[in-house]
T-cell receptor
């Protein structure tokens, strides 16, 4: 079965510092991986995805993620965090390519302090 | 990107009543939509897959008669929480695949249900 794990429930960083939100995956076959962000009382917003090609994927709001096949990881990164990046972040793996069904991690709360 | 709307954004109801939540894809057609339930600061729990023109597919442990799903058109899916109870209070979110290969999902803004 396809699954993703986000080992950190909470990540705290200072504004201006680099941030990393971790995600590992377990899939049979090719992994199709996604990151979404959720602000309070809102739906999720798509940030970026890895399908194939370059292991470093760039997405919205200056975020990027690095696909590492040997470590089965897809960590989300940003070189310089902003207070406005504080939100709940979800890693997801596509489990049904035809229907678009995905399995989500448990989420990581990112807090960026001024 | 594509827009998915939900209505209402917030609803408060008495125990025992039924509540209908609408999910609409505003600028694209969605033969499939997903309904999630989210507990405070917790992950998304997929409840069911809504299929246009056919029955919804429910995840294990989700009561079909409790959470009625109807996908009446290519742009509208509804979730009806029947005989709601306080334990049904939650944040309900719908989504629709983008329609592109290796779909990302477009999410609605969510509906906060509070059952008194």
């Amino acid at each position: 079965a396809q699954s993703v794990a986000q080992p950190e429930d909470q990540v705290n960083v200072a504004e201006g510092n680099p941030l990393t939100v971790k995600c590992t995956y377990s899939v049979s076959g090719n992994p199709y991986l996604f990151w979404y962000v959720q602000y309070p009382n809102r739906g999720l917003q798509f940030l970026l995805k890895y399908i194939t090609g370059d292991n470093l994927v760039k997405g919205s709001y200056g975020f990027e993620a690095e696909f590492n096949k040997s470590q089965t990881s897809f960590h989300l990164k940003k070189p310089s965090a902003l207070v406005s990046d504080s939100a709940l972040y979800f890693c997801a793996v596509l489990t049904n390519t035809n229907a678009g069904k995905s399995t989500f991690g448990d989420g990581t709360t990112l807090t960026v302090k001024p | 990107g594509a827009v998915v709307s939900q209505h209402p954004s917030r609803v408060i109801c008495k125990s025992g009543t039924s509540v209908k939540i609408e999910c609409r894809s505003l600028d694209f057609q969605a033969t499939t939509m997903f309904w999630y339930r989210q507990f405070p600061k917790k992950s998304l729990m997929l409840m069911a897959t809504s299929n246009e023109g056919s029955k919804a597919t429910y995840e294990q442990g989700v009561e079909k008669d409790k959470f009625l799903i109807n996908h009446a058109s290519l742009t509208l899916s509804t979730l009806t929480v029947t005989s709601a109870h306080p334990e049904d209070s939650s944040f309900y979110i719908c989504s629709a695949p983008s329609g592109r290969v290796y779909n990302e999902q477009f999410f609605g803004p969510g509906t906060r249900l509070t059952v008194l």
